[in-house]
């Protein structure tokens, strides 16, 4: 056992970064869950970017300055928060683990972390609720054209407890990712779309990645264009039948006007209007003109547009349009408490963690979630101290310093 101070949990001495809980990881799942967990859209640029975009920055850190009570919590949605990070939702956690989305909740619990649950659950919204026992809980929806789905699970998720819905606006279609392509990708038995059962009889395990026509959906298939979730360029009649990602998720006929006005009337008063996917300053502009409570900044993980800034680098901008007016938040590659450090020294209020959570699912269901949360958390901690902050909120631009590829520095 390593040394340890009095109270907290031992390391895990074969896990001391999420770098390495990530090869811990790959060795656990299969092919075709790895693919489909660490995958970016085309050839995966915007993927790395999200990561390598950290390393533009240097910490300047502040000496002599007693940080014996550093108090890293932050108060979200009228709960503390221990460390200013959430974890994001990201879809079918049972490929991880059997204990899926409960694991983590249970983890987000321990932890006194706020917890995404995806559309696409293997877990239902209800017992994930039970699961976390009050502490902060938010939906991401996927808005269909066919909104009935979509106002039972916000019905749903309302009663439920939820403090907001987090509405993701990057998937008016599907990114290309083409591993999940190639290993036809599916959801196996016996893991459902937990949220979708009753709706459908949840086909998801009949969700095949590669344009081929799952036998269910057969007569549906000779009425479409032939592909699965990928937009050949005719247009498309919105899906009919059982609800599954590649079918339902691309919706593209999203829009302000018609449907924030919508959600805000489903969601009030008791849930937040948040948008998950914004990238510049125009659309940050017209999130607050339509009356959003907050905005993520985000590349839905390199999964959809690739191509795009990494999400560090759009920040400061959308930020810069929302000053004052809304929060913003942001994920995509954060992967060390530095990184969380960084994001809220550019203006973002609160960061999401996305593939770590999963890795850390992988590599010992809510144990290993707690892991990952715990690392990240005593990096950060670790980080604001040694910077010579206490307070989350004393985490400004004065801390940072941007670092060009010949060694120049420059003040923000
Ligand atoms: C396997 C996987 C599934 C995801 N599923 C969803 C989803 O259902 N809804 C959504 O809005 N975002 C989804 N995301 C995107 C995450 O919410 C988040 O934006 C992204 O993972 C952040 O990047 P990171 O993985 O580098 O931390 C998913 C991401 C991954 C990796
Ligand atoms: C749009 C597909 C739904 C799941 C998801 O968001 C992802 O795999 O990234």
């Known amino acids: 056992m390593a040394a340890q101070v009095k109270g ?15 090869k811990h990881a790959e060795l656990r799942m299969n092919k075709q869950t790895r693919d489909y967990y660490n995958e970016g859209a085309d050839s995966g640029s915007t ?14 850190p502040r000496v002599l300055r007693d940080i014996s009570l550093i108090d890293s919590s932050v108060s979200i949605w009228g709960a503390c928060n221990s460390v200013p990070i959430g974890v994001a939702p990201t879809a079918m956690q049972c490929l991880a683990h059997p204990d899926g989305e409960i694991a983590t909740a249970k983890a987000c619990k321990e932890a ?14 209800e017992d994930v609720a039970s699961n976390i026992d009050g502490h902060p809980l938010i939906f991401q929806l996927y808005l269909f054209e066919e909104r009935e789905h979509s106002r039972k699970l916000i019905q749903r998720a309302k009663k439920a407890g939820y403090k907001a819905i987090f509405l993701t606006v990057d998937t008016p279609m599907l990114g290309r990712r083409n591993m999940e392509i190639r290993n036809q990708f599916k959801l196996p038995k016996p893991y459902k779309l937990a949220n979708f059962a009753e709706d459908s009889g949840s086909s998801a395990s009949e969700t095949v990645m590669d344009g081929s026509t799952p036998k269910s959906e057969q007569g549906e298939e000779k009425k479409s264009n032939g592909t699965k979730g990928y937009h050949d360029g005719k247009r498309r009649q919105a899906p009919t039948g059982p609800v599954s990602f590649h079918t339902h998720a691309p919706n593209p006929t999203l829009s302000w006007e018609r449907d924030i006005g919508w959600l805000k009337e489903q969601c009030s008063p008791e849930m937040e209007v948040w948008v998950k996917g914004i990238a510049t300053a125009e659309d940050a502009h017209l999130a607050v003109h339509h009356g959003v409570d907050g905005i993520v900044v985000s590349n839905h993980g390199g999964r959809q547009l690739n191509g795009t800034l990494a999400t560090l680098d759009a920040l400061p901008d959308v930020v810069e349009a929302a000053r004052g007016k809304i929060p913003v938040h942001v994920d995509g590659g954060i992967r060390h408490g530095t990184d969380v450090f960084k994001a809220l020294a550019l ?13 850390g699912l992988a590599y010992k269901g809510q144990e290993g979630v ?18 010579g902050t206490v307070k989350v909120e004393d985490i400004t631009k004065e801390y940072l310093v941007k670092i060009d590829k010949s060694g120049f520095t420059s003040r923000l």
């Open 47 to 60: 993927l790395r970017e999200n990561t390598t975009a950290y390393g533009k920055y240097r910490i300047r």
């Open 347 to 359: 203006g973002a209020d609160f960061v999401w963690v996305g593939r770590p959570v999963l890795w």
């Open 370 to 387: 707690e892991l990952c949360l715990r690392l990240l958390s005593d990096e950060f901690r670790l980080c604001m101290g040694l910077a």
């Open 8 to 22: 907290e949990k031992p390391h895990d001495l074969n896990c001391l970064t999420i770098a390495e809980l990530e």
């Open 112 to 125: 006194g972390i706020a917890m995404g649950l995806s559309s696409f659950a293997t877990s239902t919204i």
